[in-house]
């Protein structure tokens, strides 16, 4: 066996003879006593040890009972556009929006703050949506030919969605799957009847809400040949059906219209033909004119004829066929909407039907109305469009007033009242990745001067949208008023960031801040070339936000710091950007002050091969009103920034990249010190932007762009129907290939100790400011703390002039510290706790009375987190005084973490400051302050969910928002007193005796699938809250937990490391 | 001054055990108290003392029961040298300049040349320049197999000790699966397996570890359930005293039970008083014992310190006989990596030899550490 360590304490030690004597007495003593009781002795201190693990916090009742008016885990809303829709659905009587998406998902939104989310158990794209009319009901259609029903009932005052059945149309045995395949789904108005087109060219009725196929009453594409003349029967086959319309004042009657051209007017009562109208194009939809005479049909030929309607005369030509924009070839007008208006012509509304040569690649809707004519061209697939007008079937005319245009990437609704058909802004559904996200920063209480300020400012940016109020208002919200003013900041690919007002279930879009300006792009040239080549003809008006395309990818917003009490802001990007910000209500024409910062000090043999820094504009710049850069401070080499921090009120500004850190007065707007933290031997940090893995995620991204753009989409697309599924499917098939690819390569892991001269050991991760004893106990000063990759905190300690003489004294800095955590893993969080143990308060704060001062007296500690454990030092002698480890013991490494305050839910006033730790497993945990004790944990994001962790943000208050998909923020909440989610009243008289309010399960599956979905492969950890049933029920099942795990572990796939 | 040993000398008295320690031609004569031997520190006084070489640096040797020649240079192999005694314990102390290495090891002082080992190596014999492999002062364990008596044997628990970056640990691990008996008959479950062993890595090295052993725990935590990033996140966090239990590919090898016969150099006959604490807690029960991983502060003076740990207000036998139990476990290799109570560090298990690690690793960071 290999000798003991200590054995270096015996070489050179002399022990005088006195002291000797001494030590072994006293050893004496102890031995004696430890060989005569050594065993119960030793019993005892296991037991006590035992004891002491038991008596964890854990196992304290009256803390448990505590721990449950703190903390409590709900996902409650999800902010932001679903990620591909694939079907809109519209209620003219409850004036309710619904999109379904191609994961399943439902989402109903009507006034804001009402909006209600539906999954269906299979994991299939919705198709369809239908609202069942004058009912709280729909229906919808997935790609696996099911049927669902859907209802809206209230329970407890609130309505709940919930799935109440489904169904699936089978034909006799023998039959081809084609003859069941639904393609037009008509819910009748007599509410109990769908009638359901299939490819067969027969139509099925069944019966609601058993969903009771009726086989007496189906419309068989026999049936109508027997109905139809001699000349008619011999031209046509019966193919699908395209369309099914009921007569809009006749429920006896109803239009079926069949791809290769042909449409009769069905009698139901007397089961016959009563016309029929023969078109030599191929059939894509149908419009029936309000008052029943008149049918507008679309073709795939890019034309649409109207039909007028009569019993009598059989007409074998349209009365008028055009096509609007020929006469070269053309591509489908897949949908099209006829609208008479009390004055003038009616509106021809359609989708598609360009030129397909020179405009066939555009996703375009086209009104016609009078002379105006518009053909609106969207940046993303038209996913589906709705004309909202008229309800009442007694008015005479339609009166359309707005266009609703589900589109892949957002969510556009057009004013058709006012000239000009401006947008109207949404309140919700905001298309968050109208530029790609990069980061978040979230600021919670915003004082309500700041926040007026920038609701004026905004509101200027807002001035080319319409006034029209939001035209879909149905149900109302009764959710209580959001209980402080939250701003949530995106920052983008673009280089824009957007503040959105997060305080409540709407994520409304506040203010939109370009940094373009800043700096020359090739973008000043290529607008004006657009500006050119814009012709009078196709009329196309772009339309939307959504522009995925960023000029410059150096422009990125990497990092965002907002001051809420003094409006300064702080935002840094990808080429080592630092912009200094401040809030200002009037349009200003200014120079942005511009200093270089070399982060390696002159160190030799170097050689940045990364991209360029940008260009900063010279001269003056005009800045709208709202935040206005001053100071632009621009690292050398340009590598990304990675931690940010700002401090208003000494003002001062801490910026970090890969390369070292440094501190900038913006006030003096002078350069106080730079640090360079590289290790010498770390060639990859200075071989440019963040290795490889980075590169070639670019370069997948400009050949998906590329892609995008020179997609030609002849294919025509049914209006409600899968469209995309050629496109993408494309993708998955590459997908899955790569990922058999790697499951082929041997998966393996190194286990090695970190060290020193790992690469990207001088990142600098995180940087902190604050008033704390770092030299001596007597004296508080400013300091700066900066943490990196490679384990290592560097203190500094500030001297800030005085307010008076800010401007002429220079702002000084000093090394004062470096602590060098052994196990090296990097630091992602700084934190000083005062003398009560609570974080110090943000800066200002205490000055804007909304904190009590730290307390000065008792002594200070330093809480490093890094991304393998916490540690507490004393201050200012560095002592380490307590640590929690995380990955030595659950193999989960910190991703995310915020202090936060938890109030209590039962006592007022009541609340504590913990941590609120987000891992790389998707865990959430409160880690308590200042004894590190861990709290309570919950599942919240699936492992494999990377972008989503890496998109994590917590709130001050104990919620969150991370990252669902590119287009969707999940808010959670920790806090039982702070939860902000939608409650709502969704009531249609008529239908009030239908929702019978139901006992047992007393949450809806709407609510439980969609946790089951979400929570993922992580049990619920040791924190089981009375919570609601069915969430128990699936937790606590061992195997279906086992076999989620699985299955999400069998999905991994990696590289050989 | 030595009035504790001398009392009670020499009589058949058991808790007396007789010394007999030889520097030189000369030999002196005392008595220890066996039951408290006190540490090896205050007994090399005590050595220079009663030789009267108070400033000489010598090597202190025993001979074993075996009659091998062994050092004593630390409290365990002193402690093992008392407690094995009998009922003479006899001492070899040279000066530390003239120290002959060779002579410690096994078979030294009966010198009886082992048959096989001649055959094998014919030169043996041969006065071949002795390759010194470390100075005994410079012992430090590498890795070592711990637990054994508890373990079932088809388990090995390695701990692999990790001084600074001298040597890569060195292996990689895989997912893979294993057959494990359920009440519902043989069935296949994940696991997680050694793939590879870098040449001349620590893991290699040892030849504790091999290529497809199942890996069951990290540092007393079973890693059942956990992917293989876990793992392999445990493992880095640890990766300073990592403590892995494997199941071997190769179960020919295992360590064979109640074949104590060998004393050679103390591997398995070290647990006389320990076993009592694993009597009380059979599972692996980790303390806080985290002096390897010790920070380093640099204050504004530029000269870096180790991080002490904050004093606990609690001067008292807890802490003192917290001491003893610490020591006590870790000299069983049990070395816990968990600090699950999160009872405030204790303190007082500080070691040199930690300190001198921590310099180390300090003067390979000089380079870096920039001080303004």
């Not at chain 1, 839910?905 to 409160?926: F, K, M, P, S």
């Amino acid at each position: 066996m290999p000798s003991n360590p200590r054995t270096q304490e015996a070489s050179g030690r002399h022990l005088s003879v006195g002291a000797f004597s001494r030590t072994l007495l006293d050893t004496f003593k102890a031995t004696v006593l430890t060989s005569s009781l050594s065993s119960t002795l030793i019993g005892l201190q296991w037991a006590a040890a035992n004891m002491r693990r038991f008596l964890r916090p854990g196992h304290d009742p009256a803390r448990e009972r505590l721990k449950r008016d703190l903390f409590q885990f709900n996902k409650t809303v999800e902010h932001g556009f679903p990620h591909q829709p694939s079907a809109l659905g519209y209620s003219p009587s409850l004036r309710i929006l619904a999109i379904g998406t191609r994961s399943g998902a439902v989402k109903l939104y009507g006034a804001p703050g009402v909006e209600f989310m539906g999954l269906h158990r299979e994991n299939n794209a919705v198709v369809q949506i239908h609202f069942l009319p004058g009912q709280c009901k729909l229906a919808t259609l997935l790609d696996d030919n099911s049927l669902h029903l859907w209802s809206l009932k209230v329970r407890d005052g609130v309505s709940e969605l919930q799935e109440d059945e489904s169904f699936t149309l089978r034909g006799p045995p023998g039959a081809a799957p084609s003859a069941t395949q639904i393609t037009v789904v008509l819910p009748h108005s007599c509410q109990e009847l769908l009638y359901l087109g299939t490819e067969s060219g027969n139509v099925f009725v069944v019966q609601l809400p058993s969903f009771r196929v009726l086989e007496d009453q189906t419309i068989s594409s026999d049936a109508v040949l027997q109905g139809l003349p001699e000349e008619a029967r011999q031209r046509r086959v019966f193919e699908m059906v395209e369309a099914l319309q009921e007569h809009p004042r006749d429920s006896s009657q109803i239009l079926i219209g069949y791809s290769r051209g042909l449409v009769i007017i069905w009698d139901l009562q007397r089961s016959r033909v009563l016309c029929h109208f023969l078109s030599s194009q191929q059939l894509e939809n149908v419009s029936w004119q309000r008052d029943g005479r008149l049918i507008v049909t679309c073709h795939s030929d890019g034309s649409h004829c109207q039909w007028p309607v009569s019993s009598d005369t059989q007409q074998p030509e349209p009365l008028r066929s055009s096509m609007p924009y020929g006469p070269f070839p053309c591509k489908a007008i897949t949908k099209i909407f006829w609208l008479t208006t009390k004055k003038g012509l009616p509106f021809t509304i359609f989708q598609g039907g360009m030129p397909r040569a020179s405009y066939g690649d555009r996703h375009c809707i086209s009104v016609f109305h009078n002379s105006q004519q518009t053909a609106f061209d969207f940046t993303s697939r038209v996913i589906d469009f709705t004309v909202l007008a008229e309800v009442d079937p007694s008015a005479a005319f339609d009166n359309p007033y707005a266009l609703v245009v589900l589109a892949e990437e957002e969510l556009v609704v057009i004013d058709l009242q006012t000239a000009g058909w401006p947008q109207v802004q949404p309140p919700y559904l905001a298309s968050l990745h109208c530029s790609a996200i990069t980061c978040s920063h979230h600021v919670s209480n915003i004082p309500l001067k700041l926040w007026e300020r920038i609701i004026a400012a905004g509101s200027r940016q807002n001035a080319h949208f319409s006034a029209m109020k939001w035209p879909i208002d149905g149900g109302t919200t009764l959710a209580p008023p959001p209980p402080q003013r939250d701003l949530l900041l995106t920052g983008h690919e673009d280089g824009t960031v957007r503040f959105w007002d997060a305080s409540g279930v709407c994520l409304r879009l506040l203010f939109r801040l370009s940094t373009v300006r800043v700096f020359l792009t090739d973008t000043d040239a290529s607008e004006s070339l657009n500006a050119q080549g814009e012709e009078e003809w196709p009329p196309l008006r772009k339309v939307g936000s959504f522009d995925p395309y960023s000029d410059d990818p150096r422009l990125g917003i990497q990092k965002i710091f907002l001051c809420k009490y003094s409006g300064y802001l702080a935002v840094a990007g990808t080429a080592g950007q630092v912009l200094v910000l401040e809030l200002n209500d009037e349009a200003a024409e200014h120079t942005v002050e511009e200093v270089e910062v070399d982060l390696l000090q002159d160190q030799e043999g170097y050689r940045w091969k990364g991209h360029e820094r940008l260009a900063a504009r010279s001269g003056a710049v005009c800045f709208e009103p709202g935040f206005q850069p001053f100071v632009l401070v621009q690292c050398q080499p340009p590598a990304v920034v990675t931690s940010l921090a700002l401090h208003s009120e000494w003002r001062l500004v801490a910026f970090g990249t890969s390369h070292g850190f440094g501190l900038f007065d913006h006030h003096q707007r002078r350069q106080v010190f730079v640090k360079c933290t590289l290790h010498p031997s770390d060639q990859l940090a200075l071989e440019g932007p963040l290795s490889r893995v980075k590169s070639l995620k670019k370069s997948l991204r400009q050949s998906f762009r590329r892609m995008r753009h020179s997609r030609v989409s002849s294919r025509k697309c049914r209006p409600a129907g899968a469209p995309g599924e050629m496109q993408t499917a494309g993708i998955t098939k590459a997908e899955r290939t790569g990922l058999q690819n790697m499951e082929l390569a041997p998966v393996q892991r190194k286990i090695e100790a970190r060290s020193a001269e790992d690469s990207f050991t001088g990142f600098v991760r995180t940087l902190y400011f604050a008033d704390t004893y770092l030299r001596d106990s007597s004296r508080h000063c400013p300091s700066l703390w900066a943490g990196t990759n490679g384990g290592t905190v560097y203190a500094f300690s500030l001297r800030v002039p005085p307010a008076e003489r800010r401007m002429d004294e220079p702002v000084w800095a000093e090394q004062a510290k470096e602590i060098q955590l052994m196990h090296r893993a990097p630091v992602v969080g700084i934190l000083v706790l005062d003398g009560h143990s609570v974080p110090l308060p943000e800066p200002l704060e205490v000055a804007h009375d909304l904190s009590k001062s730290p307390d000065m007296q008792g002594s200070h500690q330093l809480l490093v987190v890094s991304e393998e454990q916490f540690k507490v030092f004393t201050l200012p002698k560095v002592s380490a005084k307590l640590k929690l480890k995380l990955t030595a013991l659950e193999g989960s490494r910190v991703r995310r973490v915020g202090v936060a305050h938890f109030g209590s839910c039962r006592v007022e006033d009541y609340g504590e400051h913990h941590l609120a730790v987000l891992t790389n497993l998707g865990d959430i945990q409160v880690v308590s302050l200042p004894l590190l004790k861990p709290q309570v944990r919950y599942s919240c994001i699936r492992r494999e969910d990377v972008s989503g962790i890496a998109s994590c943000v917590f709130t001050k208050y104990g919620q969150g928002f991370y990252l669902i998909s590119p287009s969707e923020f999940e808010r959670f909440s920790l806090s039982t007193k702070w939860l902000v989610e939608p409650r709502c009243l969704v009531d249609s008289s008529k239908t009030r005796n239908h929702s019978c309010p139901s006992n047992g399960n007393s949450m809806g599956p709407e609510k439980a699938v969609g946790r089951a979905r979400n929570s993922g492969s992580q049990s619920d950890g040791e924190e089981k809250k009375p919570g609601p049933v069915m969430e128990h029920a699936l937790l606590n099942d061992e195997r279906v937990l086992k076999e989620i795990q699985s299955t999400l572990e069998g999905d991994r796939g990696y590289g050989a490391s | 001054m030595n009035r504790g040993h001398r009392h009670g000398a020499g009589s058949g008295c058991l808790g007396t055990m007789e010394v007999k320690s030889k520097f030189g031609a000369e030999f002196r004569r005392f008595s220890l108290e066996r039951s408290k031997p006190g540490k090896f520190e205050e007994f090399y006084g005590l050595l220079q003392h009663v030789h009267k070489i108070p400033n000489v640096d010598v090597l202190v040797g025993y001979a074993d029961i075996h009659g091998d020649l062994l050092p004593i240079n630390n409290d365990d192999n002193y402690h093992k040298a008392v407690s094995t005694a009998n009922p003479l314990l006899r001492i070899f102390i040279q000066k530390k300049e003239e120290a002959d290495y060779s002579a410690f090891g096994t078979d030294t002082l009966i010198k009886k040349k082992n048959v096989l080992t001649n055959v094998l190596r014919p030169d043996n014999h041969r006065k071949k320049p002795h390759i010194v492999i470390s100075m005994p002062q410079d012992f430090r364990p590498v890795s070592s197999i711990i637990d054994v008596d508890i373990l079932p044997e088809t388990h090995r628990r390695v701990r692999l000790y990790k001084y600074g970056t001298e040597k890569p640990l060195g292996f990689y691990i895989r997912d893979g699966s294993s057959v494990r008996v359920t009440p519902h008959g043989l069935e296949k479950v994940p696991g997680i397996f050694i793939s590879r062993l870098v040449p001349g890595g620590l893991a290699q090295s040892t030849g504790l570890l091999a290529v497809n052993d199942e890996v069951l725990e990290v540092n007393g935590i079973e890693v059942s359930g956990k992917s293989l990033d876990q793992v392999t996140d445990m493992m880095i966090a640890n990766s300073r005293n990592l403590i892995i239990t494997v199941r071997p590919a190769n179960q020919r090898n295992n360590v064979v039970r109640n074949s104590r016969t060998s004393g050679s150099s103390g591997q398995s006959t070290d647990n006389s008083l320990l076993s009592y604490s694993q009597q009380v807690e059979p599972s692996f029960e980790p303390e806080d014992e985290d002096s390897e991983e010790d920070d380093i502060i640099i204050e504004d003076n530029g000269v870096p310190q180790q991080i002490p740990k904050a004093v606990p207000d609690a001067e008292s036998l807890e802490s003192l006989t917290q001491i003893e139990l610490s020591f006590e476990s870790e000299q069983n290799g049990f070395i816990p990596s968990n600090d699950v109570s999160l009872a405030p560090i204790a303190s007082g298990t500080n070691t040199e030899f930690e300190a001198r690690a921590a310099d180390q690793k300090l003067l390979e960071e000089d380079g870096t550490i920039i001080t303004l």
